[in-house]
């Protein structure tokens, strides 16, 4: 992996355009018996005459499409950044909400299963209730799952609705 | 304090970069950088696509590094340092292609995006370097451009690619010494007609 002395040379020749033309025949002579050199012209070379044929095969986007996509990408991702603490403010005040609505519903447990347990009695169909749905407890996942019903119907006339529309 | 300037500029809705040709990005007004991309564009087209063997991959890639160029910090000390900063885009999203896993099947490839063979893009030196570049490693390719085709230093290349320059001495060494062989000794089939 030694590196030849005369190495610098060459390559500042070949980086000027000036290889051979200015180059002594010593120093040709030398490139053409030493193997480092001789590699390096011949890469070089070839690398630059390859590089010189793609670089005028290719067809360029206008600068101008490329600029205005950038700055888009630009204001998208400051509208990102900027939406980033909202969306985590939104998300915390609907888990304190949720926190809340929890703590509110635990202490008030008894007096709401009592109202529950009062429910059929109100309004009278007691006796329309099969027996293990007659406990607050059972009349609870009653309630439960006719709201669920009736979220699940309202969801899926959103969903229709949607479909119609588009 | 004026209550404009406590809103983002996003949101007041006069943000300075749409509001016409003076706006500014990557340190560049449009003009500057319409002079770098005449003068940076091809070279880099030509890096990718020999470092990655597909000219449909590297148009793509060509034009995602100039958005991100100007979408970033890009460094505002010189074209030179532009361009470096461009290569080490494009070799980070070539690296990113390589790491990507597969899924896309040869026919779900729109006819247009195979490359031929036999196409006029094949030119003679293509024709001598293009079968020898694709017998080495990507990473060789990589630096064997970036050294002799570019002229980049070890320091340079480091930069570029994010290898240790001490790494890419040796590398490079590997690499041209397998490149010369191929070069000298092509295989038949590699050969100019005479």
């Given at each position: 992996m030694t590196a030849c002395s005369r190495e610098p040379e060459i390559r500042s020749l070949l980086d000027r355009g000036?290889?051979?033309?200015?180059?002594s025949p010593e120093l040709t002579a030398h490139a053409a018996a030493c193997t480092r050199c001789s590699q390096l012209l011949l890469l070089t070379q070839a690398f630059r005459a390859d590089r010189t044929r793609a670089a005028a095969s290719v067809r360029l986007e206008a600068p101008g499409v490329l600029w205005w996509r950038a700055q888009l990408r630009r204001r998208n991702a400051d509208l990102q950044r900027l939406q980033r603490p909202l969306l985590g403010a939104q998300i915390f005040s609907v888990l304190l909400s949720l926190v809340a609505a929890a703590i509110f519903l635990a202490s008030q447990s008894k007096a709401t299963l009592a109202w529950i347990a009062a429910v059929p009695h109100v309004l009278h169909f007691?006796?329309?209730?099969p027996e293990p749905l007659q406990s607050p407890l059972g009349l609870a996942a009653l309630i439960a799952g006719i709201l669920a019903l009736i979220a699940a119907v309202a969801k899926a006339l959103a969903y229709a609705t949607s479909e119609t529309r588009d | 304090m004026p209550y404009e300037s406590a809103i983002p500029q996003p949101l007041t809705g006069d943000a300075p970069e749409l509001t016409g040709g003076h706006a500014r990005a990557a340190g560049m007004d449009s003009d500057t950088f319409a002079g770098f991309y005449e003068r940076s564009a091809r070279p880099l087209w030509a890096y990718l696509a020999r470092v990655s063997g597909d000219p449909a991959l590297a148009d793509d890639l060509l034009q995602e590094s100039f958005i991100r160029f100007l979408a970033a910090d890009a460094p505002t000390d010189g074209e030179v340092a532009s361009r470096r900063y461009l290569f080490r885009i494009g070799s980070n999203l070539l690296r990113d292609h390589w790491r990507r896993p597969r899924h896309t099947?040869?026919?779900?490839?729109?006819?247009?995006r195979v490359p031929l063979a036999g196409?006029?893009?094949?030119s003679d030196s293509a024709i001598l370097l293009g079968p020898a570049l694709q017998q080495l490693k990507p990473r060789a390719r990589q630096l064997l451009w970036l050294a002799?085709?570019?002229?980049?230093?070890h320091q340079e290349i480091a930069a570029i690619t994010g290898l240790a320059s001490a790494s890419i001495r040796l590398l490079l060494f590997r690499a041209r010494r397998q490149m010369a062989r191929l070069l000298q000794n092509p295989r038949p089939s590699e050969r100019r007609p005479a």
């Open positions: 000036h290889w051979p033309a200015a180059a007691e006796s329309l209730l | 099947s040869i026919d779900e490839v729109p006819e247009d196409t006029t893009e094949q002799y085709a570019e002229g980049y230093s």
